[in-house]
């Protein structure tokens, strides 16, 4: 199993819905979960960030993570056509006394008027 | 607070040529990492330097090389360049590293190889 994958996309939600964008990880990757925004042919900007179970919510954006299960998600209320983007989401990969962002190769979303 | 600067922003090369890339952290940040993008691997970890140290390594060959300054610039080298490292390069700024920090990227420098 890679550390972090991001299975499901490209996905389109009508203006308005909600987004729901969904990632698995593997034993390899703990403590801490982001989620980035990255735009076409820009660089990936960070979201929203969560360590611990449960929900983390920020205007429009829920962060939600299950150790259990290793999943952790990202919920868009109020969907708007400037959401539409690629959705990273990275997982901190610790080796001993070193640590690195790894990144699932991203859901794509697209936001219809 | 300025962000992450990355020079140049394009650059075009021919196979078998090395390449410099710079990257200057935000001010304070002493963890820079760099990041390979491409549309079929997504982001592929290269290395990562702190306080002018390597502290991580990614699964890349030799040919990728980088350092760090002491005012916690970095530089990544590609040598020999090879047609499948045409990609765009991201460097990303963190105050301690990826455990529990978010890292800030740069705008990275897209590199084409011919």
């Known amino acids: 199993q890679k550390e972090v994958e991001q299975n499901s996309g490209p996905l389109s939600v009508p203006e308005g819905a909600i987004a729901s964008l969904n990632c698995t990880y593997s034993?390899?990757?703990?403590?801490?979960f982001f989620w980035y925004r990255q735009y076409s042919g820009k660089s990936p900007e960070l979201i929203m960030s969560?360590?611990?179970?449960g929900d983390k919510e920020d205007g429009r954006f829920t962060a939600q993570l299950n150790k259990a299960s290793q999943y952790v998600s990202l919920l868009i209320r109020d969907s708007q056509p400037s959401d539409s983007a690629t959705y990273l989401c990275?997982?901190?990969?610790?080796?001993?006394?070193?640590?690195?962002?790894?990144f699932g190769k991203g859901i794509t979303l697209s936001v219809r008027p | 607070k300025a962000g992450v600067t990355q020079t140049p922003r394009y650059l075009i090369k021919t196979r078998g040529q090395q390449v410099t890339l710079s990257c200057s952290p935000i001010?304070?940040?002493?963890?820079v990492s760099w990041y390979q993008q491409t549309p079929g691997q997504g982001l592929q970890f290269l290395f990562e330097?702190?306080?002018?140290?390597?502290?991580n390594k990614g699964n890349f060959p030799g040919r990728f090389s980088g350092r760090q300054f002491s005012n916690s610039r970095s530089e990544m080298n590609v040598s020999t360049l090879e047609l499948g490292d045409s990609a765009l390069y991201l460097c990303?700024?963190?105050?301690?590293?990826?455990?529990?920090?978010?890292?800030?990227f740069g705008s990275g420098t897209r590199l084409t190889v011919v």
């Open positions: 001010s304070g940040h002493r963890s």
């Open positions: 990303a700024s963190s105050l301690a590293g990826g455990q529990g920090y978010g890292y800030t």
């Open positions: 330097y702190f306080s002018e140290t390597q502290r």
């Open positions: 034993d390899r990757v703990s403590q801490s």
């Open positions: 969560i360590y611990s179970n």
């Open positions: 990275a997982g901190s990969s610790i080796t001993g006394a070193n640590s690195k962002l790894t």
